[in-house]
């Protein structure tokens, strides 16, 4: 899949209220779930990674989270082009998949990059 610099149009979140994805506490855990279906997921955490966004909820994460892994990483200097790497190696993976040998299955592009985190 080729990156999509118009990604907002894409996001599962496009037309919901803005409101739900800026909240506090548990909330933000319902904010998450609209996240993790979304087939742009990859492109709204580069964006709010590189370009440091402070509040709500992007790409699955909140900004408690992306403050973490920025902290964790601050080697990394385009969240963009390192998660579209990542993805391209878990498609190609899911390629070999089809076509040769089943090889234990592989983890997606966020979850090798971004590890769970604890709130």
Known sequence: MVWNSEWATRAACNGA??????????????????????????????????????????????????????????????????????RAEHNRVDDVELCGPLIPEQASPLDKLVPPLIN
Do not use: H, Y
């Open 17 to 86: 209220d803005p409101d739900a994805l800026f909240v506090q506490g548990a909330a933000q855990n319902r904010a998450k779930q609209i996240c993790m279906g979304c087939e742009v997921r990859t492109e709204c955490l580069a964006d709010a990674l590189d370009n440091k966004v402070e509040f709500g909820v992007w790409g699955g994460m909140t900004e408690r989270e992306r403050r973490a892994l920025l902290r964790r990483r601050p080697d990394v200097t385009s969240w963009r082009r390192l998660l579209d790497t990542a």
